[in-house]
């Protein structure tokens, strides 16, 4: 059974960091890239970020690029989503996720709400 638990969620205000993070089980997933999703209310989930198996090569959304950063420690099977320079365009439930590609993911995690102030 594959599970996938996001932490680091919470309230900030605008311009301020947060650290998402993902533990994942069920299987390995150091052969996997993984990601990051957003939902905001009324829109569709996007992906924000993501990462190879061995954290060569990385993608950004245009919106995040710059200001998030993806990485991931396959020894103790998580991924993290360091989140700087927050607005509240960036308000959502940020969900991970395993794939099959940089961009195109198979399983995703329940979430964790991020809600930025003004």
């Known amino acids: 059974q594959v599970q996938l638990v996001e932490s680091g969620g919470g309230l900030v205000q605008a311009g301020g960091s947060l650290r998402l993070s993902c533990a994942a089980s069920?299987?390995?997933?150091?052969?996997?890239?993984m990601g990051w999703f957003r939902q905001a209310p009324g829109k569709e989930r996007e992906l924000v970020a993501g990462?190879?198996?061995?954290?060569?090569?990385?993608y950004y959304s245009d919106s995040v690029k710059g200001r998030f950063m993806i990485s991931r420690d396959n020894a103790k099977n998580t991924v993290a989503l360091q989140m700087n320079s927050l607005n509240p365009e960036d308000t959502a439930v940020y969900y991970c996720?395993?794939?099959?590609?940089?961009?195109?993911?198979?399983?995703w995690g329940q979430g964790t709400q991020v809600t930025v102030s003004s």
């Open positions: 069920g299987r390995t997933f150091s052969n996997y890239p």
């Open positions: 990462i190879t198996w061995n954290g060569g090569d990385t």
């Open positions: 996720a395993v794939g099959v590609s940089l961009k195109k993911y198979t399983y």
